[in-house]
DNA sequence: GATTAAAATGTAAGCGCTTACATTCCGAAG
DNA sequence: CTTCGGAATGTAAGCGCTTACATTTTAATC
């Protein structure tokens, strides 16, 4: 109804109060009498009153809004991350908004800049993948950019740089993953990586080593094939191993980086004719909703995507220091099966 | 190096001018001699200077901040209409963020709220499946809110609400969708729709029951079953029709009214062992990322969610009154097949 | 009832910009 | 060398809050 909005003096005058006033039972003070807060009150119903965020925020020099940067929202895994941390900030009063990572690049428009003009509160940057030719000199911009504004990172992060973060345990992720195999009677484990000197990827290839080691199982490089992370990148890995190695040495399993990767190697694997789980068992990462519904549903590894980015926001929010790794569970469906 | 934050002051200090100046050949008008202009512009550059989006909101009541109101992003049809908006957003100068719907039942954390408070310029607002019972209901707020803000929605109104609006022309995709089927030789076509009241799922439904009419293809009411859109309620829909139906009946083709249920029909007729393409052709909506790598590849319609998104964006930035239709495409792949 | 400390409230000075208006500067015309 | 008008620049008043500090009430104590 009231065509513009009503400010503070509004509120005092029709209380009849002062807007110091106003202002203490707004922000919840003590020292306000009941009946005054009440007559307050009463009038911000009334006009349907609401503090200009602007102005509070030229006081306190504030926000209430955050940044996070993901590489795409497209890839569900990060959809997963952002949608947690959108609502834990929702439920901090806090408002996130996305910054895909090629917007670093373009200066009017990067998460610095809206830094610098004060528009973000702090920032969440993923750096998972975080690609090992720009990852010193990101990292160190972002060291850079931390001295003015809290910085979290989601991934792993090389330990001289003491960023608060929130990760997966990568390496245990995966010898978990080749246990599970080995379980199933597998000895001939194929692994398809991220880019090989990528952040977490780097730390999945040590995890899977380690597992094979655990198995007394030999490591051996032709089992190993890297991708960039999508279907077709899936697709090109699975070619290639079964390509370039005989017959006899084909694998049994297949562990994919992710399930995009796992999902074209599922769709390069029946062009091949081969069977899955009975001649091949595959298992994914991330677990994503279309997971149970690929042919054959796929195995992969859930790692509570959506509490990852919800923590990061609470470390943000709360300024704590500090490296959290998260927890994981394999959710069996049918795409890995017992060797005969 | 500069601890803390330069402000207008400094620069004109700095540069020996007035801030008044500095505000000037901030916003690039004209009356600036080209001397003071680069003086002042040397100054910023080595202050890094940038003017605090808060103050500059509080003299313009702007701030440069859009929202968007989606049911949830874990859904990739979304995800991609908020990455198209995000990405035109960013273009513009603008930052968007996202509101799940059920944030419009928390007063704290709603649009309205954020309206209020200044924090938006301008909000969009997903209706495609906006449930009937609280249609009119949302639709009346919405008007509401438009009269304080800039609104627009995506998906289909009723005429008499004159929002600025892009959409999707249900009807037509649907009447093409079974002008496809029909002319791979089906005729016992159903039709797995969303919850038959919500908003755009009921102008598919009269899509499909005019591409029945025009293929003078009898219409049968067992033939169209309903869901919430989701993969389980695909596999439901799916069941539904097969557990009803007799046999001579049962359809050789089925629509799906987005893929997430079309994944579903794929599960469950696998289960049923029903060959696809073979014994039942699957279509869906959406063209979702994995549709190529489901089995069989679904066949499926893309209707350029992320343009839909920009668009959006560009509406609610421009502040045109206009209904925009999207254009779409049928993309093939393996899940239809010509009847035998 | 006077005294006094605590509680309640008010006053006013910013926060960092934009902008209407006032002032100064400059070169062209007289 | 004036005079004048527009261009360049400066001054100051907000924008709607928060907050330190000042003032007034209130109620408890003697």
Redesign the interface.
Known sequence: MPGE?ATIYDIASDAGVSIATVSRVLRGEQNVSAATKEKVQRAIEKR????????R??TS?T???LGIVLP???N?HY??I??GA??EA??Q?Y??????WN?LD?R??DPA??L????LDGIIVCVEYLPADRGEQVLASLQNLRR?MPVVLIGCVPPWYDFPAVSNNNAAIMKDIVAYLVSLGHEKIAFIGGIREDNDPMRREIGYREGLREARLPYTDSYRVYGKGT?EAGIAALSTIFDTLKPEYWPTAVIAMNDLMA??C??EA?RRGIAMPEQLSLIGCDD???A????P?LTSINSHQQRTGARAVQLLISGENKQETGDWELVERASCARIK
């Open positions: 909005n349907n009153y609401r503090p200009s965020s602007n102005a925020g030229l020099n926000t209430h809004s795409k929202l497209l569900p959809a997963m952002f949608t959108q609502e929702a439920r009063g408002t996130i908004s996305l910054f895909p917007s373009t009017a428009y800049t809206m610098a003009e004060r528009r003015v279907p999902m074209g599922q769709t029946r994503l909703f279309c149970p519904y690929l042919y549903a």
